[in-house]
């Protein structure tokens, strides 16, 4: 178990400032048609699909991690694949695949031990933050998100959107000031199929299924 969290650790270090923008669907009176419209392609169950560069620099220490892989996100479900990693979680079960070690661990999806689970990010995001749009350069748009919760995930996030609406770079500054940048590549909007959260398990892998444990 304690290998699997440590896993989870490093890829959700890579997408939690995405999962961040896309959980916030329950807020309503908000003057922000691109960031609306975005959360509307969720609602209508598309994917979006990028691959990523991720940075988070601690202010504290002066270490940077980078992160880089693809990501899948839907609105309740999510796949990233990262160096030697995979890592799917369907709503239900979570499967997690370390590469270094060679096997999968398969266990029931509790969202009450997920930090990052949309149930645990929207408590109290639905009317502390602010939101507004700015036009920039090339058709594109940056979104700023902020609060002054102090029990907020986050503090400020920005959001570019390209001319098409689609996610191109997302900045967020945590509760301790730390910096984490997201850059997605060829990022776009998917129809969600049977096989885009499919995970098929690689050859010679060890499946460790802790649903089974009592």
């Known amino acids: 178990m304690n290998s699997m969290k440590s896993l989870q650790n490093l890829v959700f270090k890579a997408v939690l400032s995405f999962l961040f923008l896309f959980v916030m669907d329950l807020?309503?009176?908000?003057?922000?048609?691109?960031?609306?419209?975005?959360?509307?392609?969720?609602e209508r169950n598309e994917v979006f699909s990028a691959t990523f560069i991720h940075e988070f620099n601690d202010t504290f220490t002066g270490e940077q991690q980078l992160t880089e892989g693809t990501i899948w996100v839907g609105k309740d479900r999510y796949k990233i694949e990262s160096g030697n990693s995979i890592m799917v979680v369907d709503g239900e079960i979570s499967r997690v695949y370390d590469g270094t070690k060679g096997r999968v661990i398969i266990s029931e999806y509790e969202e009450e031990d997920d930090d990052f689970a949309p149930s645990r990010m929207l408590q109290g995001v639905d009317d502390s933050y602010t939101v507004r749009e700015e036009p920039g350069s090339e058709g594109r748009t940056r979104v700023h998100l902020s609060t002054e919760d102090p029990f907020a995930m986050f503090m400020n996030v920005t959001i570019w959107l390209n001319a098409s609406g689609v996610p191109v770079?997302?900045?967020?500054?945590?509760?301790?000031?730390?910096?984490?940048?997201?850059?997605?590549?060829?990022?776009?909007?998917?129809?969600?199929?049977?096989?885009?959260?499919?995970?098929h398990p690689p050859e010679g892998a060890e499946l460790i299924d802790l649903r089974h444990d009592s």
């Open 169 to 199: 770079r997302i900045e967020a500054i945590d509760q301790v000031d730390n910096e984490l940048i997201t850059y997605f590549r060829n990022g776009s909007f998917i129809t969600e199929t049977e096989e885009t959260f499919r995970f």
């Open 27 to 42: 807020q309503a009176d908000r003057t922000s048609p691109k960031f609306d419209d975005l959360k509307d392609r969720f």
